[in-house]
């Protein structure tokens, strides 16, 4: 039996290396192919070449972060609009980070307390300094976690009222409908959500919980499919059913729901198009490329 080596200009190379990973010099690297990447054929030194992209979203990476990926895929994929995955110990942003994300997960092993250690990586000092800038940034679950602990974000999330762990689709009512947030959405709209957390329970002390509802930096709050908000629709014991709230300034998001598990219909929905779109068309606004 002879051996066929196979061209890298041929069908079946391009098929094999689109299951694999990509070329580089010669050498096969584990990295997945990106939907956008062209394959160019001419020549010998023929390899995959990415199309121009500018830089967007950031997406930081903790260790223990497990949705990063899963928030890349949603702007990446779904919303077209550029991420990057930023490894924790950078010292800066790129700088083409136009909005900022901290993903769910749990940072560090959740070890001390809930964001407690990740407020003190590297990046952590960059992404304060843009959000003190005016830059966006959008935390989810255990990222609502960490801006609370660097007070970027006011109040604590606590246990569980029920000290179970949840993981469940909940109703949720929109409080504010503006950019960069929650535009795409109006207030009293009630959007489907999953959650999954054991310590979600939004607390604040009267005096900044009356701040934070005078101010209307309440964005969204537990409901139930009609948009009451009641204490049988409240999944973890948060005051005043609070969901998700902004700073006072507007640019700083964090909230417990995950809108980068509701992106396609065929896995549950697409509501959280609503709010991450929200936030690519304020990029988009602001001149943040395409």
């Known amino acids: 039996m002879t051996n066929r080596t196979i061209p890298r200009e041929s069908a079946h190379f391009v098929a094999a290396l689109g299951l694999f990973g990509r070329v580089c010099v010669g050498k096969l690297a584990l990295v997945p192919v990106e939907e956008d990447e062209q394959f160019q054929g001419a020549g010998s030194k023929s390899r995959l070449v990415p199309p121009p992209r500018f830089q967007l979203f950031s997406v930081i990476q903790f260790p223990g972060s497990l949705d990063d990926r899963d928030m890349r895929f949603a702007f ?76 970027l974000l006011p109040g604590a999330l606590l246990r569980n009222q029920n000290l179970h762990f949840g993981c469940e689709f909940v109703h949720l009512r929109v409080e504010r409908a503006n950019p960069p947030f929650t535009s795409r959405t109006a207030a009293g709209q009630v959007l489907r959500i999953p959650i999954k957390n054991g310590e979600g329970a939004y607390f604040a002390a009267p005096q900044e919980l009356a701040r934070l509802e005078a101010n209307g930096q309440v964005v969204l709050r537990y409901c139930d499919e009609s948009g009451t908000v009641d204490e049988a629709s409240n999944p973890n014991g948060s005051l005043a059913n609070i969901a998700g709230i902004a700073n006072e300034r507007g640019n700083v998001f964090g909230l417990m729901p995950h809108p980068e598990h509701a992106v396609e219909a065929a896995i549950g929905g697409t509501d959280g198009l609503l709010l991450l779109g929200s936030l690519v068309d304020a990029v988009r606004a602001a001149g943040g490329g395409r």
């Open 76 to 151: 990446d994929s779904v919303l077209k609009a550029s991420a990057q995955l930023v490894w924790h110990k950078e010292p800066e942003l790129p700088p083409q980070t136009r909005a900022v994300v901290l993903p769910g997960g749990f940072s560090y092993g959740d070890y001390l307390r809930c964001g407690a250690m990740a407020q003190y990586s590297p990046v952590m000092a960059a992404v304060r300094r843009f959000a003190e800038a005016g830059g966006p940034v959008l935390g989810v679950c255990n990222g609502f976690q960490v801006l609370c602990e660097t007070g």
